[in-house]
Structure formats: C-alpha cells, structure tokens
T-cell receptor, first 114, second 114 residues
C-alpha cells in the first residue's frame, strides 16, 4: 500500500510563527503536492513538485513556500502564519503523469492559527 | 479557469437504494476522470477512474462518462450507511496549469439512512 505520512494530525500555532508541515511518501513517487481544504471551497492546490529541488506554484501559493531536498519528502512552510491560514492541509503523491495521474493522500494536518 | 461542478448536497438515500452522484466539467479536452471518497475528518481516497465514454463497473460502484455532454456520474447500488461520505469528482485536464493536472469539484455529501 502507498503510504503518505504527514508529521502532525493537529497543530496549533500563533500568528506570526514560522510553521513547517512535513510530508513523506514511501513509494518512490516522482510527484508530490500540497493542498488545503476549506468548507465550501474544496481542495485548492498550493504547490507541487515533479522532482527533487523542483517546485511549481499552484492556485494559491501566497504566504507559503515549499522545499523538496529529497525525493520522498516535501515540506510546506508558512513563513509567518496568519489566521486565514487555519485549514486542513493535505499532502499527496502520484507516480504517473499525464492523463493517468492518480493522487494518494496523506491523512492531513488540521492547522489552527490563533 | 477550468471548472468541475458538483451538487453539494446533502444527498440522502435510504439503505439499499441507488445513490446517483453527478459532475460536470468545463474543459472539453479532458481525458480522464476520477471519483474520490472522503469520510468526515479523513483524507480523500480514490475509488474509481474512467477514461472512455460509457460505463465502468467495480462491485457496487458504476462510473458513467459522456464526453459529448461533459458529464460524469457515479452510481452506488445497494447503498449502505458506510457509504455515507463526501464524494469528490476530479477531472484531468492537460496541459498542467496552476490548478495542477487534477481539477477537483467541491464534493457531494451523501447520507445513507438505515
């Protein structure tokens, strides 16, 4: 089974803190993604990566950055957390590209910024 | 911006009935289509994929695709209370844009009453 592991299930941070969300996959997948999911807004893509040290902006990259130093690990960084970044954060990976791309999701991190 | 539309629900069906979930998409060039199931507080998991017009059956699930009408549906036969979840429609549209390859609908919440 594909395993996508997110380091924290719940996280509470204060406004202005720098926040690191970690994601590790164990299936040698090339592609990794960070989404946030909010009620009524659905899944929105923040950043994605097709290779080590490579990253591309998604629909809502503002206020976030990412790091992919190793193939299996994709980190999401909130440079200065704000209350509007309170959300469920979902990491995903995929091994195929093109029309056959299927996403496997981690269990999610519910982040609350106070 | 490419879009995928779903009725948010909730869709309520009695146990044993057929649940019908619908999805329309805006990009006529879309080539692959997916249904994800998301239980409350959990992450999405892939349950069906379909690439060509017609029906694809997998156990109690049937995905139906009509590219001319830009419409994809998911039928769940003999619905069970354990099918109660939010169902996300995802459409793969190339070339990859800021939404990524997969464009997600906001999901339809299904409730199966015993």
């Amino acid at each position: 089974d594909v395993k996508v592991t997110q380091s924290s299930r719940y996280l509470v941070k204060r406004t202005g803190e720098k926040v690191f969300l970690e994601c590790v996959q164990d299936m040698d997948h090339e592609n990794m993604f960070w989404y946030r999911q909010d009620p009524g807004l659905g899944l929105r893509l923040i950043y994605f990566s097709y290779d080590v040290k490579m990253k591309e902006k998604g629909d809502i990259p503002e206020g976030y950055s990412v790091s992919r130093e190793k193939k299996e690990r994709f980190s999401l960084i909130l440079e200065s957390a704000s209350t509007n970044q309170t959300s469920m954060y979902l990491c995903a990976s995929s091994y195929e590209q093109g029309i056959y791309e299927k996403l496997f999701f981690g269990s999610g991190t519910q982040l609350s910024v106070l | 911006q490419k879009e995928v539309e779903q009725n948010s629900g909730p869709l309520s069906v009695p146990e044993g009935a057929i649940a019908s979930l619908n999805c329309t998409y805006s990009d006529r060039g879309s080539q692959s289509f997916f249904w994800y199931r998301q239980y409350s507080g959990k992450s999405p998991e892939l349950i069906m994929s379909i690439y060509s017009n017609g029906d694809k059956e997998d156990g109690r699930f049937t995905a139906q695709l009509n590219k001319a009408s830009q419409y994809v549906s998911l039928l769940i036969r003999d619905s069970q209370p354990s099918d109660s979840a939010t169902y996300l429609c995802a459409v793969n549209s190339l070339p990859r844009g800021s939404q990524g390859n997969l464009i997600f609908g906001k999901g339809t919440k299904l409730s199966v009453k015993p």
